[in-house]
């Protein structure tokens, strides 16, 4: 018996305890790591499935190119600055993080600074500088604008409640209903500036949110607020907040997080009256640390093994769309982009594809990517997945659209058509799904038919004459080639025909050649599905 090769993790920085016990449970795993060199890491990643860093590891393009093979980053925390995703993408390599590890962490924390500032208190020698003049303010009665209503920022809403505070929230894609619920006023930026007396950021820094807080932000404050950020120092322009708290814009700046590059120009930073400064204390707590190392080890297996798909970024599965409740639908364009793939006559220059179903709408990327992966030839040594394969569809000149009515199939209750462009010529298919999660082939171009796209499938387009099944039925016996399922659809009696053909093995060469030289039939082709 053969035994089968075990993925090979390197683990590139310290894991928690926890995190290590579980990686050393799996029987198919092989953990490398951690490392004292780089020249040892990029050594390491020659063979490996995968890559599990923390904070110090940067994962750059020069890191990538050293490793062929790898499937998977995983990130253990919730930030991923340190990780070229863009490149990741480029390369099929799927990235994964740790969003909801650290949020009760980070939101006590948030509150810790809180109250700190509102009493006025845990700062350095020097902060009472008018002795008993200077004194606290109470939360009760305050209104506290919270940059990003995801999970932490509803939790940090929640606490603030509780000490009478009035919230009020920005996030441009915050859900209306649901912050109603909860008694939280939804408003856009300037006027959560103009109005809060405490601003909390709990956005994800990106390009867009890079300086959310800068020289112009500042200004439309109310005067008198205070700053917190545990987040990430990108989102506020440092010089710019200097220059509120020096003219009193801003009464007081808590942060956890700060850019070095400031640090290293300046120490004023770290010694302003006004600052309570931190050293990433948010996530120190045992719950964070053991939590992210357990939940970052799961999910990297889990997405190893293409069982589930957690936190991944550069896919288009999340909490509200998770993998395993659209499996059955990715697995049909999974089927339907094979079978286009090797249909093609030609370079495939565009897509279409379709939706027909309640619910389905949220499904076109994912149903897109997993469609392009069936149909995008390799052109280098990346790999086509679902992870590249909308990256590859665009270098190679492929415009993918949403469109309708490429089928009229309404009485189907899930259904995926597609239909691709070649020079010369286009093909459309159409697979549905059934109330017990079969999918089947139903529509090829104009023909309706009802086929199992599994395994080999043979696919005739011949004239429906008497006589075409028995003669490929006997073809097919000489050479001793079982037929499992062989599904029928024709225009009209007498007129063209499609067969789909289930077949146990594969069909030689030869043997599609002597098929399409009976003058029945017009086309023989063996796909895999």
């Known amino acids: 018996m053969v035994r089968k090769k075990k993925l090979q993790v390197v683990v590139a920085d310290p894991l928690h305890p926890k995190g290590w016990k579980k990686l050393r449970e799996q029987e198919d795993i092989a953990i490398i790591g951690p490392f004292d ?8 990643l020659a063979e490996a499935d995968a890559l599990l860093i923390c904070a110090d590891t940067r994962v750059d393009a020069a890191l990538l190119s050293s490793a062929p093979k790898l499937k998977v980053v995983a990130r253990a925390g919730a930030r991923l600055d340190n990780v070229d995703i863009d490149d990741a993408t480029r390369r099929g390599i799927l990235v994964l993080h740790v969003p909801e590890a650290n949020v009760m962490a980070v939101v ?41 209503y995801g ?35 939804v408003v856009d930026l300037p006027e959560l500036l103009a109005r809060a007396d405490i601003i909390t950021l709990h956005t994800a820094y990106m390009e867009k949110t890079r300086h959310i807080l800068g020289k112009e932000a500042f200004a439309r404050m109310k005067r008198g607020a205070y700053l917190i950020n545990c987040i990430h120092s990108g989102l506020v322009d440092e010089a710019a907040m200097m220059t509120a708290l020096d003219s009193g814009q801003l009464a007081g700046v808590a942060m956890d997080v700060w850019d070095q590059e400031t640090i290293a120009n300046s120490s004023e930073l770290l010694t302003h009256p006004k600052i309570w400064v931190s050293r990433n204390r948010k996530v120190a707590t045992r719950e964070a640390q053991e939590g992210t190392a357990v939940r970052v080890v799961s999910d990297m297996l889990s997405a190893l093994r293409g069982d589930d798909y957690h936190n991944v970024v550069n896919l288009p599965f999340n909490e509200a769309m998770p993998y395993r409740r659209v499996k059955p639908y990715i697995d049909l364009a999974v089927k339907l982009g094979k079978l286009q793939g090797q249909l093609a006559e030609g370079w495939i220059q565009r897509v279409e594809v379709e939706l027909l179903g309640e619910g389905l709408e949220n499904l076109v990327r994912p149903v897109a990517a997993v469609l392009l992966s069936g149909m995008i030839r390799r052109v280098d040594e990346r ?15 492929i415009v993918t659209s ?31 799904l059934f109330g017990n999660g079969e999918a089947r082939l139903v529509a090829y171009d104009h023909f309706e038919v009802d086929a199992y796209p599994n395994g080999y499938v043979l696919i005739l387009e011949n004239e429906d004459t008497p006589g075409v099944i028995g003669k490929v039925g006997t073809r097919l016996s000489r ?8 599904r029928y659809g024709r225009e009209k009696p007498g007129g063209r025909a499609v067969s789909f053909i289930n077949l146990d093995q594969r069909v030689p ?9 009976e003058p029945e039939i017009h086309q023989a082709r063996l796909v895999r599905l």
Request: a negative charge; one cysteine or more.
């Open 37 to 44: 060199c780089d020249a040892d890491l990029h050594s390491a």
């Open 108 to 148: 006590e924390y948030t509150f810790l600074l809180m109250l700190a500032m509102a009493r006025q208190s845990g700062h350095r020698d020097g902060w009472n500088e008018y002795g008993n003049e200077e004194l606290g303010f109470e939360l009760a009665g305050k209104n506290l604008g919270i940059i990003g």
């Open 151 to 185: 999970r932490q920022g509803r939790e940090v809403a929640r606490r603030a409640q509780a000490f009478g505070m009035y919230i009020l929230a920005y996030d441009p894609y915050i859900d209306l209903s649901f912050a109603r619920e909860q008694q939280v006023e």
């Open 383 to 397: 790999p086509v997945n679902w992870v590249s394969a909308p990256v590859l569809a665009f270098e190679q000149g």
């Open 402 to 432: 949403q469109t309708k009515d490429l089928v009229d199939m309404v009485d189907y209750p899930a259904l995926i058509a597609c239909r691709v462009y070649w020079k010369g010529g286009q093909r459309t298919v159409a697979g549905a």
């Open 479 to 486: 050479e001793r080639i079982s037929i499992a399922q062989w």
């Open 509 to 517: 060469e030869v043997i599609l050649t002597e098929l399409e030289q």
